[in-house]
């Protein structure tokens, strides 16, 4: 089971968005605020991200193979230099050319290329690996850092620079895998004594108690038997993975039988009997009122909500 893989994909609402953004210098691009999570990836060039609802976070020199994500879609503004003055570009500057869109802004100085876009994601409960991460992501694939994240901007600049036979469905699939790349860099940056995740993803006795609740949910698990799949007594147990986790294995367990129920609803017209089953429940009742604990709706009201938006 990849546990990294999973959790996100049970945050998603739908595919990312993307468009090309080239800024020849004096340049700037004023960054609405999105529901989900934003990234950034220079191509060509340099550039400044620039908060603006955030006075506690400093602007980020982004250089060529630089990438940046953005967890919860908040307003930024993108510019050649922090202080040049942001515009909104009206509908008529974006050119919807295969692969991507792009948008053209600025006057004719230094050029800048970038990649920007949008992952769509269930921010309202998010899973506690993106939930922790800081606010600004800023990841560098220079001098042989991250390979695998190196390799995946490199081979989207190659197809947007030159798109070829095959680019429509090259592209969307690099940029849907690289949220994955992204995160995986972040958590293979963290310090080996850091706590939460990426500490959990390293622990093998917390990653086989994660690994049998993501592979099963629907079983009937206790702290005893998760325990017993980590190969530790109870009370270590317990005490282990609420340290890394962040939360007790119970609430866990909880938080990610509603996630994936609220996936199910979402994305499926299967009856509720079968989303209790599935997730856990041996009654529609007895789920229904964990859900509605959890959600402050019932399932039914939940699936017609979501489907209304």
């Excluded at 908060?51 to 967890?71: C, I, K, Q, T, Y």
């Excluded at 991507?100 to 600025?106: A, D, N, P």
């Excluded at 009937?220 to 939360?247: D, M, N, P, Q, Y």
Aim: glycine share 8%; aromatic share 6%.
């Amino acid at each position: 089971m990849d546990l990294l893989a999973e959790a996100l994909e049970s945050m998603r609402t739908g595919r990312p968005t993307s468009i090309r953004t080239d800024g020849r210098a004096p340049w700037g691009l004023e960054l609405p605020p999105t529901a989900g999570a934003g990234f950034h990836v220079v191509l060509h060039g340099s550039c400044w991200l620039v908060p603006v609802d955030a006075p506690h976070l400093a602007p980020v020199l982004m250089e060529v193979g630089d990438v940046v994500f953005l967890r919860s879609g908040s307003r930024f503004v993108l510019a050649d230099r922090p202080d040049t003055p942001a515009q909104v570009p009206g509908p008529e500057r974006y050119t919807k050319a295969p692969p991507i869109g792009s948008v053209v802004l600025g006057g004719s100085g230094p050029r800048t290329s970038l990649l920007c876009g949008n992952y769509h994601l269930d921010m309202a409960r998010p899973h506690p690996l993106l939930g922790r991460l800081p606010e600004v992501v800023h990841l560098s694939t220079r001098q042989g850092r991250h390979s695998g994240l190196a390799a995946a901007v490199q081979l989207l600049g190659a197809e947007l620079d030159q798109p070829r036979v095959g680019s429509q469905g090259i592209v969307p699939a690099l940029i849907d895998s690289l949220l994955l790349y992204i995160l995986r860099a972040w958590l293979e940056e963290q310090p080996a004594a850091a706590r939460g995740w990426s500490a959990a993803l390293r622990d093998s006795a917390v990653v086989a108690a994660l690994t049998a609740i993501h592979d099963t949910p629907s079983a009937a698990w206790t702290v005893k038997s998760l325990a017993a799949r980590s190969g530790l007594s109870r009370a270590a147990f317990a005490k282990r993975f609420a340290a890394l986790v962040g939360e007790p294995p119970m609430a866990y367990l909880t938080r990610w039988r509603m996630t994936l129920a609220a996936k199910l609803l979402r994305d499926s017209d299967i009856p509720l009997t079968t989303v209790a089953a599935q997730t856990g429940y041996s009654t529609e009742f007895a789920f229904a009122k964990a859900f509605k604990r959890e959600y402050g709706i019932a399932p039914g009201g939940y699936r017609r909500q979501v489907r209304a938006a």
